[in-house]
């Protein structure tokens, strides 16, 4: 922006002022044209966020450069900002399928559960494991694999609730954790999550073909005495019985 201080019904500075007040025009840049008189009125301009000034006459190539060089800058603010940003998102998340990685579950998942605990409420986590993945890199690439984990992902995201905590443990293995929600409640999520990846194939090579998947879930609900650990381990173990009987199943844990 550039504001004169000459403005004849309206006082200059009290416009940057507000546009420095508001949130969607706090970071515009600011060129005020001043009277060589204000000198006052300049200080105080400056001292409320403006960032440059000239004072008239004022030269046509001086406030071209100095406009450039306000664009320049807030350009190269705005791209720290993103850096900051996408570097924040990438050590949380899983650069593949966009959800949460294994160390920001196990950062938040103890604290999930000493909230459920305190509070006397239920909490019940998910681990699912997609059924034969080897043979999918090993027969169709690991291009293939790619895809199928990245559908696999978009399909949980579209099965749970935005305060359930889903997130890929490692390889082809998931873990859903689902607040307040019972072991009945959980398994008729887990039921819904199976069929919709076993209900439609997965495309591969853009499009050209089609496989079958299906998964595998063994489920856990918090008991008195679990830590973020046991509870885990319980739902592993769950899981395993679910490969060990055949596979495309959920198992819950009989604790």
């Known amino acids: 922006m550039i504001v004169s201080l000459g403005l004849e019904n309206f006082d200059g ?3 940057c002022s507000q546009v420095r007040s508001l949130d969607r025009t706090r970071g515009v840049p600011i060129l005020m044209i001043a009277e ?4 006052a009125r300049l200080l105080r301009g400056l001292e409320i966020g403006v960032n440059d000034y000239l004072v008239r006459p004022v030269d046509k190539n001086e406030l071209l450069a ?3 060089t306000q664009i320049r800058k807030k350009r ?3 791209r720290l900002r993103d850096n900051v940003q996408q570097s924040m998102e990438m050590a949380i998340t899983d650069g593949l399928t966009g959800l949460y990685n294994r160390r920001y579950m196990e950062s938040h998942l103890a604290t999930l559960v000493e909230q459920a605990a305190g509070r006397g ?3 019940t986590l998910l681990v699912l ?3 034969y993945f080897k043979a999918i890199n090993d027969t169709h690439g690991h291009d293939a694999g790619d895809d199928v984990l990245r559908e696999f992902a978009t399909r949980i995201k579209k099965s749970i609730r935005g305060i359930d905590l889903a997130c890929r443990y490692g390889g082809e293995e998931f873990v859903i954790v ?3 929600t019972d072991m009945a409640v959980a398994a008729l999520v887990a039921e819904r999550i199976r069929r919709r990846i076993a209900g439609e194939p997965f495309t591969i090579e853009q499009g050209a073909k089609a496989l079958d998947v299906t998964l595998s879930i063994g489920l856990a609900a918090l008991g008195g005495n679990d830590t973020a650990a046991t ?3 319980r739902a592993d173990q769950a899981l395993y019985r679910a490969k060990r009987d055949g596979r495309n199943r959920v198992v819950a844990d009989a604790a």
């Open 13 to 15: 500075l009290r416009l």
């Open 36 to 39: 060589a008189e204000d000198n």
């Open 66 to 68: 100095r406009v450039r």
């Open 76 to 78: 190269y603010t705005a």
């Open 121 to 123: 409420k239920p909490l």
């Open 129 to 131: 494991d997609i059924d």
């Open 178 to 180: 689902m607040p307040e």
């Open 231 to 233: 509870v885990l381990k």
